[in-house]
């Protein structure tokens, strides 16, 4: 089925434009004809869906559970507490929630790692979303541990074997929680396989201590990814706030991506701002993440981008990070890190496009791009189409009242008696 | 009229409320009876609504003008050329727009220091606002002008004296553009009228810096400010972020008001975080403040305490600026401060209160204050009252379109040839 999208505005190009949505692509720009349905868009912004480059989906269940306190506080006193009675139908509605996040607020694509992930593939495809989706990798060390993540790793890159929007990952945590052996199977098995790797990176300042005290032989930590294998175009590495210098032009040289996830980093207290001046000069491929909800507390990608750009500018160059670059960052170089397919509004790129309503926010708009970034949120999105799908209509996603309710229980059953 | 508001939650209370609001006032809380109008609020939060304490209300006609560029270049090539050209049309409309948004998003109250300031006091009371406003003095040190500002301010405080909205203030704009004489007459006319003092204060260390070089008598610049008269309970003073130790106590000694504005402090680049945990320590009253829309580029103030909350952190302590902080900042120590008669929830408090729809972001709402600072926003208000009179219902405010529409044509004939 064909959609026709009339008389939108494209940030940055000037006039009106008639989009035709066939086949999962934009098929046609400014052809005049008609579609099977017709969306009248009057003036909103057309642009590029949003691609959320790190989150855990199903963490929308712990929203608002445990704020203003330290890292290890928050993790071993309230969320490992929380995980440790998680099933996979809390992952399930926990993911729908996020989906349904994402999409209210125009994400048409993002990169998951948890656990349950059939249960997160099987809200991912009812919701009709794009994602990258991994097992959380974790053996800390124990020989056993790392024979079941392997089984279980396996069994879930086979179960989304066959879906269109969906792609498979491999998800080791982070260097601290897995070994050596696991890591290179990781890396091992990607490459057989072609898969993406997804990994935390130097979130923490602790990390690259601890990582230093028992790996003496390595200067710096991406040279032990490298060593292990993972240190490819393969690979996306989350937050990595505190890499040096010279980790920086690794993960140029190699083509790594990161994942900056600025409000996590900040509500966290991670201790100082990404470096993302230098890997902008140095060529490192940066995108933009939410994390999960507990760390941040919603998944709005335009108030990511504006987070972004202040915390660079903060030091006091604020030339840094700029409207336009966060706009690339959540459009066109996310999509690209994640292979959606889609990105940028092109005859032939897959339909994975959005309508925005600019309000109150975007008068008088000397700037749609800076409107965008600076002043527009999540919640002036009004259409959400992916692979040329209308999954949200005038502010509207199918079943949301279901989800918000079986979400809610199951978020209220767990945290009962914690 | 009084107005029945039926069966709202309030954050950090439990059970659900009816609240009738009549001759202005919250004039009582879960009686059962009802008003002249009833509105049904289903669930939704009820809360004070927020109170900006630093603001340009006009320059929303720049927003988007010029971002992501250093303070000078900003001002010198982008902001004052606009501003020389402005008319009291002009600040008419752009305060206009600026009050529209401050209302979609929740705001009741706000101070604001600016010019043709009559223009903005007619906007701000057509809108059925509450305002502190000032008109900004600035003398560059020359008696001349400093004769023709002391002119235009009393002027300015005679036009609003009978305004049972909106209130006077004296608006020096800040040490480095009033001279010492025309700041001693901005003391003593506050102290003589009883009005309160709008100042722009310690925003950048170069401010700093060139006080140090002309006052080589001061070793802090809260001992000029008290020199002068200007340190005292009726000053509230915008940015402080290059204050000291011994410039915070002296705030806290004095009982000054301080209107800390994150998010242009970091879009300009001031240099660092506001020392928010030594004002804290220090026992002095923080507020929360956007700056103008050319520096910002919106009015949220959910959005700003987040902001906020998330700056205080990034050094490492997440303790710093809890949701519980940044709520009573942009409601009860807000009102407060500008003496708004509202900010709480309170039978015979000033009706100025909100609804506001949790919607997805609020789900599945472990914690309602957590949620309205982490996760919620400005757009998921519905409802604004404002003494009792309501400004907003359903998210509809009267004549938007034609606010957006002159706003918009007087914004783009500024920018036409500058």
Chains 1, 2 share one sequence.
């Not at 140029?252 to 509500?267: A, C, E, I, Q, R």
Request: glycine share 10%; with cysteine.
């Amino acid at each position: 089925m064909s959609i026709a999208i009339k008389d939108a505005k494209i940030p940055g190009r000037s006039g009106r434009f008639d989009i035709l949505l066939d086949g999962g692509k934009i098929d046609r720009i400014s052809g005049k004809e008609d579609g099977d349905e017709v969306i009248q868009a009057d003036g909103k912004y057309l642009l590029p869906g949003f691609v959320n480059t790190h989150t855990h989906a199903a963490m929308s269940l712990f929203r608002g559970y445990a704020d203003d306190m330290p890292l290890q506080q928050w993790l071993e006193d309230h969320i490992w507490p929380l995980e440790s009675k998680l099933t996979k139908e809390d992952v399930y509605w926990g993911t729908k929630l996020a989906c349904l996040e994402m999409i209210k607020t125009g994400t048409v694509a993002f990169n998951d790692m948890y656990f349950f992930m059939e249960s997160a593939a099987d809200a991912v495809e009812e919701m009709g979303m794009k994602a990258v989706l991994s097992y959380g990798f974790i053996d800390l060390g124990d020989e056993e541990k790392r024979k079941a993540e392997i089984k279980k790793t396996k069994k879930f890159v086979d179960y989304v074997a066959s879906s269109e929007l969906i792609k498979p990952a491999l998800g080791p945590h982070a260097i601290y929680t897995v070994s050596e052996e696991g890591l290179r199977w990781c890396a091992e098995f990607s490459h057989k396989r072609e898969l993406p790797v997804h990994l935390h990176l130097a979130e923490t300042e602790d990390e690259i201590k601890e990582f230093k005290r028992q790996n003496t032989g390595y200067d710096h930590i991406t040279e032990y990814l490298d060593e292990v294998g993972l240190l490819s175009n393969n690979l996306l590495a989350a937050h990595c706030v505190w890499l040096d210098e010279e980790d920086i032009v690794n993960l140029s040289d190699k083509g790594v991506v990161v994942s900056h996830n600025p409000v996590s980093n900040m509500k966290l207290g991670v201790g100082k701002p990404m470096d993302y001046g230098s890997m902008y000069s140095a060529g490192v491929r940066v995108t933009l993440g939410t994390d999960g909800c507990a760390s941040n507390n919603n998944l709005d990608m335009l108030e990511t981008a504006k987070i972004a750009a202040l915390q660079q500018k903060i030091s006091g160059d604020p030339t840094l990070l700029s409207a336009e670059d966060g706009y690339s960052m959540i459009t066109e170089i996310g999509a690209r890190a994640l292979k959606t397919g889609g990105g940028s509004i092109t005859e032939g790129m897959a339909a994975d496009i959005i309508l925005l309503d600019k309000g109150i926010k975007g008068v008088p708009g000397h700037n749609p791009v800076s409107d965008l970034i600076y002043s527009l949120q999540g919640s002036d999105v009004t259409h959400v189409f992916i692979n040329g799908s209308m999954v949200m209509k005038d502010r509207y996603v199918r079943d949301e009242d279901e989800i918000v309710r079986e979400a809610t229980a199951r978020a209220m059953n767990l945290v009962k008696g914690v």
